[in-house]
């Protein structure tokens, strides 16, 4: 199963004739599988939700995001994500390539879901061990 980064499910709300549209489509219809549902993380709600703060009209814009939302499985940050988090996090800081917080938090989600990761920012999660990541 493929999990979304928040760059993905951006691109997925812009316009369809939008090249990024095009690509975060592309890749999302090549990792689907028979029955197989894709999903994507509370964190990752809670990025898009900074952009509907932020929109001219607020109410319009979470509309949009709720439904884009909807099509998608919703991951949690748990128990087996933190413990992944505390791994990932110190990793990073012992090789010098720190990371931000919640792009390690949403590794850690799609890891501890047994997921690959979607997303159009690889350099946020390269340096992340036992992720398995796509990007566009």
């Known amino acids: 199963m493929a999990c979304l980064d928040t760059s993905v499910l ?8 939008h090249q990024l549209h095009r690509a975060a ?5 090549s ?3 028979d029955g197989e549902d894709h999903s994507t993380t ?5 990025e898009l939700l900074v952009g509907v703060h932020r929109s001219r009209d607020s109410v319009a814009e979470l509309a949009r995001v709720q ?3 909807s099509g998608f499985a919703m991951l949690e940050f748990d128990a087996a994500a933190a413990g992944h988090f505390g791994a990932i ?3 990073l ?7 931000g917080d919640i792009d390690v938090m949403i590794a850690s989600v799609a890891i501890a879901n047994g997921h690959l990761l979607l997303t159009r920012n690889r350099r946020h999660f ?3 061990p036992g992720l398995q990541l796509v990007s566009y």
């Open 89 to 91: 996090k110190g990793h």
């Open 42 to 46: 509370r964190l990752c709600e809670a």
């Open 25 to 29: 489509t592309y890749v999302l219809v």
């Open 126 to 128: 390269a340096d992340i």
């Open 67 to 69: 439904r884009a939302l």
């Open 31 to 33: 990792h689907l599988h």
């Open 93 to 99: 800081m012992n090789i010098g390539r720190p990371t």
């Open 10 to 17: 951006i691109d997925l709300l812009r316009p369809r004739s």
